[in-house]
């Protein structure tokens, strides 16, 4: 076994910055000073015990071997012996074993013999590996010096007082202690820069444009810190503070950071720097910045007057000596280091114990009933016991830690012919080949990336130490395995790979402590256990005492796309394979695996990584049947964490956000975390209660879909088929080579040409299609026998999701029928009624017949439906326009809706048609050909998905494309109207709606209106719904992103850059339904708290009392069993008419103007005086008394 390379140039500087070894035994990234660190018990060094021990086995060896040649000679037993590649030791003499030796004896002598030589071979690559890792440790320590001398400590200032006295104190350093220095500095030093060095900022420009890259920049010195990188940590600052232009991107968080992890290592020289620094850019210590002094003071055990004047100077500035133990987030050790060096100066002090906050209570009207401690009523319990969930949290553990989890798949399983074994032992091979050149590649690329840092570059070095090499080996190898036949972007793979390694260093190594903790909290959920007091899950975690989680910054999205991208390009080349695998007659030379192609897509030209057909093929006759997932994308096993912040809650380890947005923005978290918490206590409920929903496979319903993917699918029942079915390129008078002749018309190649594109295009949805069903299915037979949860979090409008993308309840029928609650009920004396509604709700046959009908119906067909089981699933009458009816108290629009009592179900698409169909008729009659060609043709079907959408902001442009769609799928129509058709219809079904819903429509002006007034003052548009959840629109304009050099130059936009003027289109035309979506969550949330309350009230029935009601939803579907129905329904409407009860238009009028007409340096502007009027006239309502919603049978049925 032959030592890993290191790479070639810059005279191997990087080497010193990673563990050195052979690719199966490395160390984890940034663990340098435990390599080095002394044992007290031993007289010799680790280096000279590690050398002394390996030249013995070296020497002991030796004597074996000559052992070896005795045996021969003797003609005991002749021995062959391997040739191994071993290093001679150092005065080790010997000849070597001849090459071949002779054919041995038999018997005994002979089996003794093999026995000596495999002890050999086993000694020489044992000692072959030690004797690496002693080499790389050696050579390591040598050239660590080295790196650190490279890298500058001493600051560069811009004051030229501060410069003298820098320079004087070091002159002077033997006679004055640094501590003194720092006490002088903090009382002397200026906190403003010096004439010279004040007159750079006067053209920096507005602060918002560099916001961008102080995020990277501060990304940067948080991955130092993470991996062990200090020194260059404080080399980057060092370089930037020098000048002037860089320096102001430097904040007082930078500086501090820095100063903290010179404070844990002790590190007062060099801390003091960093306050030179500091006091240099004009920036006034804070309570951080003293407390990382007082606490190296605190290490290094100094007197106690350095420390008397610091405290002094820190009283001087206005700071309080209990804040640094209040209000500086400390660790245990930290803190005793801080207290240790206060009690020098103050021996009687006594800090401050961590003030334990009263419990905050939520004050909105709308859900004093959830937070009242009279009823108290305890929480539902599941049906498992505590030591059945304790071994259900063990295993998410595991899934966790090991931050992936494989599983088999679906797939119809081949018959391992030789061909089959042939492909996976080749596969076997190759894989074992790329680990190695993959490791070759990422440690020359760490090389490369630390000189550039050394030169003060934000390079890539510290983000690829966050993870070991083995683990990122491990990523791209899965990358590739993954990558379908015609490529990927490079941008999407670049993209995806970032985020990856970004989300694998969030995981927090709490483990011991959230054991403890959890074991406590299950006492809640589990069948057979108590609690002190009634609670709900977040309050029994809060009182467990659970401190709060480090809230995680994201990185730049530049950053997470030039990581991905410099990964992508070590993995094109690492990965190459025989060219006799694509061309048997071939040489045996090597070629990429992946090709970097270029390709248009929607008339842009973009860059893709494409795996060789060879490769591809490889793949396809092996036929693997593993599938692995990142553990954040499957179910958990245990009950998910209570949700208690905007960054805390949900998985065990991994962390996740409350609200999910693009990766890069931070506005959302900014307004979430400026939010009393009290305020967000109804939303962080409401996702808890959604995620302790627990779940199990229908197996049943698996085993039918799994013999239908299995064979050619069934696109009718949802089931893909598989992409052998998808439609081959055309062939005769259409093959795309018919393209070349000449005499082939233009009109006929372009022809051509779109045939070839459609059919490129349905094979690309089927293949989609069938991996986001091979997915789903492949993980429903892995959980096929368990019980496991669904953990929440929600959109920027508040409507929430499930965590798990591919196996949930919020895709299609398919997806829903895979699953079922994994506690039953009993159906009692009206689940069946129930049961028999939903199924024929599910055939849509009796929508405008009554209840009673429909279950005249289900009884009718009783005799095929019997062994027919499905979850009681209820839906809101055009839940949007519902809302909007509500809002305008408008009558007409809310009898259309369902918001009032009556015998039969009103269809509201059904009464637009009709509305439609009378204009057209008036036409018709006036002789309007369109209107003459559509008599017939106009039904509930061709207008529901434009009314449908109309509520959620869909335009005239986007309406008549769906009412294109629906009538080029009627073949009685004639074609060549349907451009005209559309036109016609969709400006009818706008007329429509206005008629119908007069109300409906000035709310949305109004609220359009404000959006584009908020717009031009140069904001995006706020506002807090009903349960007090802070939104923002992330609408702005594009700010374009480049990243060059490698493959391509990468070029992205985002719109999420707060420092871009709001994007107006967006902004105007977002907020009408993105308000109308919050206020759907809000009620939502609601129904689903307060079926929790109700279900365990004493006027609930006896079944729901007993263990409250089972409640999911997905958006305005809402879910429970059978037997509670009846309880939702009227959970449901009372939580409907209390939300509309409130002044939530007056409300929000209020709210935009306090943000944002209230701020004097802009009253005279004349957008903010425009919109002033505007939030001014709110719109009138009309006589509709919510009252009778809770009377409506309709409402939602």
């Not at 591809?616 to 049947?625: G, K, M």
């Not at 060609?933 to 509930?940: D, K, T």
């Not at 009392?1105 to 449901?1132: E, I, P, Y």
Request: overall charge positive.
């Amino acid at each position: 076994m032959s030592a890993v390379r290191w790479g070639r140039g810059a005279a191997g500087f990087g080497r010193a910055l990673w563990p050195a070894g052979s690719p199966g035994l490395l160390a984890e990234e940034g663990a340098l000073g435990g390599v080095w660190s002394r044992k007290r018990s031993s007289t010799a060094s680790p280096c000279e015990q590690d050398r002394r021990k390996d030249w013995g086995h070296a020497e002991l060896l030796e004597v074996l071997k000559a052992r070896v040649r005795q045996l021969q000679a003797e003609g005991v037993a002749e021995v062959t012996v391997k040739r191994v590649a071993v290093a001679r030791a150092p005065e080790a003499g010997g000849a070597q074993p001849p090459r071949q030796a002779q054919a041995g004896a038999k018997g005994a002598a002979a089996t003794l013999s093999s026995r000596w030589a495999q002890k050999l071979d086993s000694d020489q690559q044992l000692m072959e590996k030690r004797k690496q890792r002693l080499e790389g440790k050696l050579q390591e320590r040598v050239e660590k010096g080295a790196w650190q001398k490279q890298l500058r400590l001493e600051p560069r200032l811009l004051s030229r007082k501060l410069a003298s006295q820098l320079q004087h104190w070091e002159q002077g350093a033997p006679r004055s202690p640094w501590e003194e220095q720092l006490a002088q500095l903090l009382q002397e030093a200026p906190h403003r820069l010096s004439s010279e060095a004040a007159a750079a900022p006067a053209d920096r420009g507005p602060e918002s444009r560099l916001e961008g890259q102080r995020q990277r920049l501060l990304s940067f010195f948080e991955c130092c810190l993470l991996t062990g990188h200090l020194p260059l940590a404080h080399h980057v600052l060092v370089t930037h503070h020098s000048k002037s232009q860089q320096q102001r991107l430097l904040t007082l968080s930078m500086y501090n950071m820095v100063m903290l992890g010179w404070a844990r290592q002790g590190s007062f020289k060099e801390l003091t720097y960093v306050f030179f620094m500091l006091k240099d850019a004009g920036l006034a210590p804070d309570l951080q910045s003293y407390a990382a002094a007082l606490q190296c003071m605190g290490r290094l055990d100094q007197d106690a007057g350095t420390i008397r004047r610091c405290l002094k100077q820190m009283a001087q500035d206005g700071l309080q000596l209990q804040g640094l133990f209040t209000a500086v987030p400390l660790s245990a050790e930290e803190r005793a280091e801080l207290l240790r060096a206060v009690r020098k100066a103050k021996p009687t002090f006594t800090p401050p114990r961590l003030p334990v906050p009263p419990p905050q209570v939520n004050t909105s009207p709308l859900l004093r009933e959830i937070y009242a401690k009279d009823p108290a009523v305890s929480y539902p319990r599941l049906h498992l016991s505590l030591k059945e969930l304790q071994g259900l949290f063990q295993q998410q553990l595991r899934v966790e830690m090991a931050t992936t989890i494989t599983v088999e798949s679906v797939e119809k399983v081949p018959l391992l012919t030789k061909e089959v074994l042939h492909a996976r032992k080749t596969l076997a091979g190759l894989r074992t080949r790329w680990r190695t050149a993959l490791y070759r590649e990422l440690q020359e690329t760490k090389e490369s990336e630390a000189h550039a840092a050394r030169e003060g570059r934000l390079s890539l070095f510290p983000y690829l130490c966050l993870l070991s090499e083995k683990e990122i080996v491990r990523v791209l190898l899965q990358t590739l395995q993954a990558l379908p036949a015609q490529g990927e972007s490079l941008l999407f793979l670049a993209h995806e790979l970032g985020l990856r390694v970004f989300k694998r260093k969030q995981l927090r190594n709490e483990v011991q402590e959230l054991e403890q903790r959890y074991s406590k909290y299950l006492h809640l959920l589990a069948s057979d256990t108590q609690v002190a007091e009634p609670c709900l899950p977040r309050q029994h975690w809060e009182a467990l005492g659970v401190p709060e989680a480090p809230h995680e910054q994201p990185w730049p999205m530049s950053v997470v796309v030039q990581l991905g991208k410099q990964l992508a390009e070590v993995l094109v080349r690492a990965a190459q394979m025989p060219s006799s695998l694509a061309a048997p007659r071939s040489p045996g030379t090597l070629i990429p695996v992946l090709y970097h192609v270029y390709s248009f897509r929607s008339f842009r030209q973009i860059g893709i990584l494409k795996p060789h057909p060879a490769f591809t093929q490889l793949l396809e006759t092996a036929a693997e049947r593993t599938l692995t997932f990142e553990s954040t994308d499957v179910p958990m096993l245990c009950p998910p964490l209570p949700w208690t912040s905007p960054h805390s809650g949900a998985f065990l380890l991994s962390p996740t956000k409350m609200m999910r947005s693009v990766e890069g923005s931070q506005q959302h978290q900014l307004l979430l975390e400026r939010c009393p918490p009290a305020e967000l206590h109804g939303a962080l409920d409401a996702l808890t209660q959604l995620g302790n929903c627990a779940w199990r496979v229908n197996g049943r319903v698996l085993d039918l879909v799994l013999e239908l993917f299995t064979d050619k699918g069934c696109p009718r029942l949802g089931v893909p088929a598989p992409p052998s079915e998808a439609p081959r390129p055309p062939e005769g008078r259409q093959a795309p080579k018919r393209c070349l002749l000449p005499e082939v018309s233009p009109a006929e190649k372009a022809e051509m040409r779109r045939e070839l594109a459609r059919r490129l295009k349905v094979a690309r949805e089927m293949q989609s299609l069938r991996a986001d069903a091979l997915y789903r299915l492949s993980l429903a037979q892995h959980l096929r026998h368990r019980v496991f949860w669904l953990p929440h979090n929600m959109d920027f409008r508040g409507r929430t999701y499930p965590c798990s993308p591919h196996f949930n309840h919020l895709g299609s029928d398919l997806a829903r029928a895979l699953l079922e609650f994994a506690q039953g009920r009993p159906l009692g004396p009206h689940g069946l009624n129930w049961l028999k509604i939903h199924l024929v709700n599910l055939t849509g046959l009796k929508k405008r017949e009554s209840l009673q009908a429909r279950r005249d119906y289900a009884d009718e067909l009783m005799e095929d439906i019997l062994d027919s089981a499905d979850r009681p699933m209820t839906d809101g009458s055009c839940n949007g326009l519902q809302h909007y009816a509500a809002l305008g108290r408008d009558s007409v629009g809310a009898a259309s809706v369902n918001l009032l009592p009556s015998d039969l179900p009103q269809d509201v698409y059904s009464e637009v048609a009709a509305q439609v169909e009378v204009f057209r008729r008036q036409d018709a009659e006036q002789g309007v050909q369109v209107a003459q060609v559509l008599e017939g043709f106009i039904s509930r079907k061709v207008v529901k998905q434009t009314v449908m959408t109309v509520v959620y902001g869909v335009t005239r442009y986007g309406g008549r494309l769906q009412i294109e769609k629906r009538l080029r799928e009627i073949h009685d129509f004639p074609q060549d109207f349907v451009w005209e058709a559309s036109h016609y219809l969709v400006r009818q079904v706008f007329n429509s709606l206005q008629e119908m819903f007069s109300g409906t429509r000035s709310i949305q002006r109004w609220l359009t209106e404000s959006a584009r007034l908020i717009s031009h003052t140069g904001s995006a548009v706020e506002w807090v719904t009903p349960l007090g959840i802070p939104i923002i629109q992330p609408y702005h304009r594009d700010s374009k992103v480049m990243i060059k050099g490698g493959l391509q130059s990468l070029t992205f936009s985002s719109s999420v850059d707060t420092s871009q003027k709001p994007n107006t289109l967006k902004q105007k035309n977002g907020f009408p339904p993105n308000f109308i979506h919050s206020l759907d969550s809000s009620h939502m949330m609601l129904t689903a708290l307060h079926c929790y309350r109700r279900g365990l009230s004493t006027g609930a029935p006896h079944c729901c009392r007993r263990k409250g009601l089972t409640f999911v939803s997905v958006h305005d579907c809402f879910w429970t069993h059978a037997a509670d129905v009846a309880v939702m329904n009227q959970v449901c409407r009372e939580q409907f008419v209390r939300l509309h009860s409130q002044p939530i238009l007056h409300n929000l009028s209020r709210f935009l103007i306090e943000r944002f007409c209230s701020d004097p340096r802009t009253s005279k502007s004349i957008w903010v005086s425009r919109l002033t009027d505007t939030l001014l006239s709110v719109p009138k309502t009309g006589t509709f008394n919510l009252e009778q919603v809770k009377h409506s049978t309709y409402f939602f049925s």
